[in-house]
């Protein structure tokens, strides 16, 4: 706004003296050629003034021609009414009508001195340039004046003025909409910020900080998004592990609290009842011992703060010495053949923590399969990746549930098999580690069929492209 109006004051002052100083140009032309026709022409006839002098006539001035005893030699009048040498005019100190006092006219000039001054005219107010000069010749001299008006300034500024009005008026709407616009776009979104914030601080974790604005403003939604999102997930793990944690352990409270009672009140004696008793309390005691260690382990997974220490070492070795401690243990009294296909082959992973998921799968696998059923444990080895399957030929699970099962606490039959390795949580497990791995992983389920669990490695030997 200051910039159009110092615009507008700058052009005001300098059309004036430009316009003043266009007309003095002129003049000077006229007066030149005026004074080259006195003085330059041999023997100059009437025609060549009047010719110079007719020039006038188009240039909108009017101008005489004084001989050294103030008779007027020549002259020529395009201004007719308002030439300044027929009214009474005002030259500096002096006011006469110049053309009746032609010695007072005359005195303002002399040889080196040009007269070159603004007038005002009597008859129409208007500004003008009274210009006059001293012409030196051989054998007299001669005085030239030229009288003109400035062009019509005042009607220029008005018109100019008036445009610049309507200029202003639309540029100054122009920037207040746009400071706006601006001030809107800037603080719309820190509302949007701020009253999203407002629902994070009270809980609510249904929070959208979806904002298009400027970069830094961007950048704020983001780390608020991504807390409320990590806020979210926490709050969640928080009510999943009360819920699940009084669920799981209560059960087996209940259990070890009712055989407490039962051989403090019956069997106490009895030894062979009191021993199953016994037994009973000791596998609930058992259950809640896994149910915490794995409730930590997928926590800490979970979490990202469990650190994968890799080696290299053969699939094959590690998958014989998993199948050799089930058959010493839990396949040692079953009907279940557990049969491989293995070749050697090298990876470099945590092979703690890839063996508790071949186990995971192994122990589900032998879970969930019915007595006589056969489990084959296969290695498909390909140039770059390595694939381990667990298929077994068990009950299956349904289409609907199986998006569900690598979730934590997620059982489908509440009832079945609850045992010191059932808590829900090894397949929550399972996926952590094989996440952390950068591993692929998946399953292929039927009821009543069978499932084959699988992950597959990459046999990227720096390990850096894997997990940490
Ligand atoms: P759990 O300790 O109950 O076995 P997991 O996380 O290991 O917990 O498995 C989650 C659920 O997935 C199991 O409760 C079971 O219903 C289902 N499941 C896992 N493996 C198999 C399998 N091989 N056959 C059938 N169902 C399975």
Redesign the pocket.
Known sequence: MAILLALGLLQVTLIKPYFRDQRVSSIELVAELIEDDLLHKDNFTKTDVDNTFSMILNNDMCAIVLSENGHVIYEGDALGATCAFDQMTTIGEERFVPKNDPKRLMASVSDDNILNTSIISAISDQEMVLYGKKISGDLSNYYLFINSPIEPVESYIELFMGQYYIVAFFVFLAAIGMSLILARRMTSPIVKIKNEANKLSRGDYEVDFTIDSYTEINDLAKTLENTSKELATVDELRKDLIANVSHDIKTPLTMIKAYSEMIKDISGDDKVKRNAHLDVILEETDYLNKLVDDMRDVSKLQAGQQILYRTNFDMKDTIERIIDHYRGGILKDSHIKVKTELTSSVVWADEMAISRVIS??L???I???FDDSEILIRMIDSEDHLKVE?I?D????AES?LPY??TRY????KG??RSA??????????KAILEAHGARYG?V?KVNV??T?WFELSKDYDGLSQGN
Not at 394 to 397: N, S, T, Y
Not at 410 to 413: C, E, F, L, V
């Open positions: 995971n799968f122990s589900n696998a879970k969930y399969s667990v077994d068990g009950k299956g699970i549930e099962i690598w997620y059982k489908i039959d079945f098999t390795n059932s808590t829900g949580l090894g397949l929550a497990i399972a399953v389920s069978g499932s669990f």
